[in-house]
């Protein structure tokens, strides 16, 4: 009887054991205290603010997480499991257009008795997943099984200009879910990274092959990014036009309706009107969508896949004959207007006008109804510079931010959110533009152009004596920051 007791508790014990030898040891949980800038007002900083996130243990001693979760940090505390002691991380890779990042934690016994988890493969539709994380805050690990609903391209919110494959599942996926794994098989299938508005019960993670394009572009010790095409395509359906375009009809195809800039390789190699037949060996279906392990998605899907500087091999139909070309694919790194920005942005003060980059992070920062509040002319700048020709895709256009007010400008009579075209003669399209017609400026005015067309001037000597006074009466650290 005793050793039957005896047993039974050693095997208890080891039951116990096996539990605590489960993903959950290698899942930690975030804190991170940022302070984001003020884009309308670029020289402020909102108060320091805490959020909370998970991540989880990889090769290399280092922490997976959402960029999100770490975005704009001041300091990073990490925790690991059932563990109260808070360990300090750095930021040492972080990829916004993927929504992920690297952590490094400064003391490396962080590190001991957690092994690293592996990455799997793409989950199935229909098959079983559990998230892992510490959601609304909790200190105690939350674990949460699901079915993944579907496999399809998302728009990445982290950027909110990033469309990459995403996975849908039931698992709950909460706040502070962030950045945890999604395990299948004691594999890693997933990283939680957001939700999606209107949809009840449905969250959405980041997919290997997501995380292992970022961690291989990680290994020159530099991230470039998810690089694209420069291309838009369009569905051919209609039998006319495939007709027309001397197109078998058998929904295989689809059009390539615009070319975008800066992509010179694209324009290079491909033209308007182009049908789309293959993308690295995979047709392309008419409605502009590949099947990839079972499930239709867009063709998108598989220029994303290429490293930064890579080509990819394509089929394509012109003038009534196949053509096959290799076109290499490169990260747009000129845009810095579309699209959510993480970088403080740069500023320039001239006599109390204080200029900054366009960007949606600036018009979003005016409050949910921004597009009544800008011209039409600035919001085809922001939506359709990519269509203009490449000088118009390289450019950052400058905008005037806000009107420190003065004797010197009192009469001013632009209004703010306009964007700036010319000083003194000079053409303006970057903030380094601008930076140089101020320094450069001669003569006894500072004249303005702007978009909508309208003309202003300020008296420079008055403009120099005001800035002064500006900088201690705000505390503006500097009349520059680029």
Same mark, same amino acid.
């Given at each position: 009887?005793?050793?039957?007791? /005896? =047993? ?36 402020? /900083?909102?108060?320091?603010? #805490? ?16 960029? *999100? ?40 016994? &962080? &590190?001991? #008795? ?45 950027? !909110? ?31 939680? =990274? ?43 359906? !209609? ?23 800066? /992509? ?43 490293? *930064? ?102 009469? &001013? ?31 006894? &005015?500072?004249? /303005? ?9 300020? !008296? ?23």
């Amino acid at each position: 009887m005793y050793q039957k007791t /005896f =047993f039974s508790i050693l095997l208890a014990f080891a039951c116990v054991n096996l539990a605590w030898a489960g993903p959950e040891r290698s899942v930690v949980q975030i804190t991170n205290y940022t302070q984001q800038p003020d884009w309308v007002e670029p020289w402020r /900083f909102s108060p320091v603010s #805490g959020g909370l996130g998970s991540g989880f243990v990889i090769e290399g001693q280092r922490i997976m997480t959402n960029a *999100h979760v770490v975005s704009w940090s001041q300091q990073l505390i990490v925790y690991r499991y059932q563990d109260p002691q808070p360990y300090r991380a750095t930021v040492e890779y972080i990829g916004h257009d993927c929504d992920l990042a690297v952590l490094r934690v400064l003391d490396a016994g &962080f &590190f001991e #008795g957690i092994p690293p988890l592996e990455i799997g493969e793409l989950p199935l539709v229909r098959s079983t997943v559990t998230t892992y994380g510490y959601p609304a805050g909790g200190r105690e690990i939350s674990y949460t099984s699901g079915v993944v609903s579907r496999i399809e391209i998302q728009r990445y919110v982290q950027t !909110n200009k990033s469309n990459l494959l995403a996975v849908q599942t039931d698992a709950a996926i909460n706040p502070g879910n962030s950045g945890g794994p999604v395990i299948q098989d004691g594999k890693v299938v997933g990283v939680s =990274f957001q939700g999606k508005p209107g949809l009840e019960n449905a969250g959405f993670f980041i997919p290997p092959n997501i995380i292992r394009h970022f961690l291989e572009d990680l290994t020159d010790g530099i991230y470039e990014g998810f690089p694209a095409a420069g291309i838009g395509i369009v569905k051919l359906t !209609n039998p006319a036009f495939r007709a027309a375009l001397g197109l078998a009809q058998n929904n295989i195809g689809a059009r390539i309706d615009s070319l975008f800039y800066p /992509f010179p390789a694209t324009h290079e190699l491909l033209r308007e009107n182009d049908v789309l037949l293959e993308v690295a060996g995979y047709p392309v279906g008419s409605d502009g969508n590949v099947i990839y392990r079972g499930n239709s998605v867009h063709a998108a899907l598989l220029f994303s896949q290429v490293q *930064h500087g890579e080509s990819i091999a394509l089929k394509i139909w012109r003038d009534n004959a196949e053509l096959e070309l290799e076109l290499p694919l490169y990260v747009n790194s000129e845009d810095r207007t579309m699209g959510n920005q993480y970088e403080p942005p740069p500023f320039i003060i001239v006599g109390g006008l204080v200029f900054t980059e366009l960007s949606t992070n600036y018009l979003g920062s005016l409050g949910r109804n921004w597009r009544d509040q800008v011209g039409a002319d600035t919001l085809y700048e922001l939506v359709y510079r990519n269509r203009l020709g490449d000088e118009a895709a390289r450019a950052k256009p400058v905008v005037l931010s806000t009107i420190l007010k003065h004797a010197s400008n009192i009469d &001013f009579s632009v209004d703010a959110r306009s964007i700036l075209t010319e000083l003194n003669g000079q053409p303006i399209s970057s903030m380094a533009d601008l930076s140089a017609a101020v320094e450069h400026a001669e003569g006894d &005015f500072y004249r /303005f152009r702007f978009l909508s067309g309208a003309v202003e001037a300020l !008296n420079r000597s008055e403009a120099l004596a005001a800035e002064a006074q500006l900088l201690q009466q705000y505390n503006i650290p500097s009349v520059q920051r680029l």
